[in-house]
C-alpha cells in the first residue's frame, strides 16, 4: 500500500502519543523534530519506513527504548482474564466450522487493541459488535479449506493482547485439524514498535507452547532487529508455507501486494477502509488470491 | 486559550481537507509549506494566529480565496430547510422559558455544522442528543435573566448553516423580552476561513431583517478584513454590551479570557473539553462572570 497523505497527521498524533509521559518542553521538542523529518523525507516511501523512522527519532530523544512496555503488559492481562469466557464461549459450539468461524471473528476483534491509530477502544463492546455483524469482506471458506488440507502456517501477529485472541483462534485450526500443524511460524516484532507484539508477550501468553512452533521477527527499524515486511527475505517466508495469515493494518500496509495471503483485521481509519473499499471499523477476513 | 499541542495534527488534517479537491501533487507542495511554517513557528502564540496563517498559506498556494464556499451555501440551504419544522416545533411549547431554553439548545446543536475539528457530523442527530441531554455547564438561569433585563446583545456567531440556528435562538429572545433589542451587534468573518459565516451568508438567511441589528466583523488574518478576537477593539465591544453571546469553538479559544461572556458551543475535540473540563461531544452554556 502506497503512503496516503491522511496518515502524515496520523503520525504527529502517534509521535503525541508515545510521549504523552515527557514534559511539555520535550514534547515539543521531539513533535518538532517529527515535523522537520516529514518536511524533508520525500513521501514516495512506504508507510513502515517513515513511522519506523519516527519512532527511532522518538526513541534516541526520550532514550526510553519501549514506551509501550506497560501498556502491553496490560493489554496482555487483560486478555488473559478474558481468555476463559471466551473459551468457554466457544465449547458451547458444536458445529466444528462454526466454531472456528466465531475464534476467527475473536481473533479478529481482538485487532481493536491498538494505540496506533487511535489509543481509544472498547474491547467488550467489538468483540460483541464482530461477533454479531456480518464481516464487510469474508473469505473464510477459503481459508478454511486451506486449514484442513495445508500442514504449515505462516502468522504474522500484529498487537500485544490481541496474541490472546490470536491463541484461541490457531487452538481452533488445530482443533479443527485433529492433529497439530508440522509447522506454525508466529511472526512478531524483533524490537519494540508502538504496542505490537515482541518475544517477551509471546511467552506471556503461551504462544510458545504450541507444537512446531517457530518464531520469525519483522524489524522496527532498528539495527539487527529483522527483515523490513517489504523485504525479500520476508517474501520468501511467504512463498515457502500453504497458508499465510496476516493480522491487522500495518501488516496489511506493508503486506497487500503479496500473494496467497489472509488479512484478517478491523479497518481503524479512513485510509484503510478506502483502499479495503469498506466502512472505519469494520471486519474482513480478505484473501489476496 | 493557549495553543495545545493536540491541535498541531489537526491543523495538518485541516490542510488536507481544504485543499481536498486539489491534485495530489499540490496537496503535497501545500501540505509540506504547512509543515515547514509550523516547524519555524514559535508555538508560545494563539490558535487564531496559526490558523490564520494556515488558511493564508492555503489561499496564496491554491489562489482560491474561499475553498468553502459551495460548502457554506449548501449549509445555509440545509438549515433553512430544518427551519419552519423547528420553528412549529417550537410553537408547540407553552412555557415562554422553556421556548427560550428549546432555542438556545437548537442554537447549540447548529454548532455541529462545522468543517473545522472534522468534516463528518450528523445534524439531525445532534439536534436529537442536545435537545434531549443535559447541558455539561448550564448557565441558563444567568443568561434568561440578562434578556428580560437589557436591551442590547453582542453575538458572536461560528459557522454558516448554524447562523440559521442563532436566527431561530434570536427570535425567541425578542419573543420572551416582547419587544425588540435597541441593538443587536452580530460578528461575522470579514474574509473567509474555513466554513466561517460572512455577510453574504448573513443575507442568505435573512439576519440581517432584525430591527436595530448591525455588523462587526472579525479578520482572517489577511489585510482590512477585521480585528483578531485577542485585539483591544474586540475587547471595547464586549464591554459596551450587555449580554454577550460566543458560539463555537475557535470563538471559545479566542474570547474565553473576556469577563461577562456566555459561550454556547458544542464541545468537539479533546483540547476544547479538557479547557471546559466536559467530555467531547457535550453541550455547554458557559458564563465567565
Not at 11 to 22: S, W
Not at 47 to 52: A, K, L, Q, T, Y
Not at 141 to 152: E, M, Q, R, V
Not at 155 to 184: C, L, Q, T, W
Request: aromatic fraction near 10%; charge should be negative; proline fraction near 3%.
Amino acid at each position: 500500500m502506497k503512503l496516503y497523505l491522511e496518515c502524515i497527521p496520523c503520525f504527529l498524533k502517534q509521535t503525541l502519543f508515545a510521549t504523552k509521559d515527557q514534559e511539555e518542553e520535550k514534547r515539543i521538542i521531539i513533535l518538532k523534530k517529527v515535523i522537520k523529518f516529514l518536511y524533508d523525507k520525500n513521501w514516495d516511501t512506504s508507510h513502515d519506513e517513515i513511522v519506523n523512522q519516527i519512532y527511532n527519532l522518538i526513541r534516541e530523544e526520550t532514550r526510553i527504548l519501549d514506551p509501550y512496555k506497560d501498556i502491553k503488559k496490560e493489554s496482555n492481562n487483560m486478555a488473559l482474564k478474558l481468555y476463559p469466557s471466551l473459551k468457554s464461549q466457544l465449547n458451547k459450539i458444536d458445529n466444528m466450522e462454526k466454531r472456528l468461524y466465531t475464534a476467527a471473528k475473536l481473533s479478529i476483534a481482538g485487532n481493536i487493541i491498538d494505540f496506533g491509530p487511535s489509543s481509544e477502544f472498547d474491547l467488550d463492546k467489538t468483540i460483541n459488535d464482530v461477533l454479531n455483524k456480518k464481516l464487510a469482506i469474508d473469505d473464510f471458506d477459503i481459508l478454511l479449506n486451506k486449514i484442513l488440507i495445508y500442514d504449515n502456517l505462516l502468522f504474522f501477529a500484529d498487537n500485544s493482547g490481541e496474541i490472546v485472541f490470536d491463541k484461541i483462534f490457531i487452538e481452533e485450526m488445530i482443533n479443527i485439524r485433529n492433529k497439530p500443524f508440522k509447522e506454525i511460524a508466529f511472526v512478531i516484532k524483533g524490537g519494540p514498535i508502538i504496542n505490537d507484539a515482541m518475544i517477551d508477550d509471546v511467552y506471556e501468553v503461551g504462544i510458545d507452547k504450541f507444537p512446531n512452533i517457530t518464531f520469525y521477527k519483522i524489524g522496527n527499524g532498528m539495527k539487527d532487529t529483522g527483515p523490513n515486511r517489504k523485504d525479500k527475505e520476508v517474501k520468501g517466508w511467504i512463498k515457502n508455507y500453504d497458508i499465510v495469515i496476516s493480522k491487522g493494518q500495518a501488516n496489511y500496509e506493508g503486506l497487500s501486494e503479496n500473494k496467497n495471503i489472509f488479512f484478517m483485521l478491523i479497518s481503524k481509519c479512513p485510509v484503510i477502509s478506502k483502499d479495503l473499499n469498506v466502512e472505519v471499523m469494520d471486519a474482513v477476513i480478505k484473501y489476496n488470491i
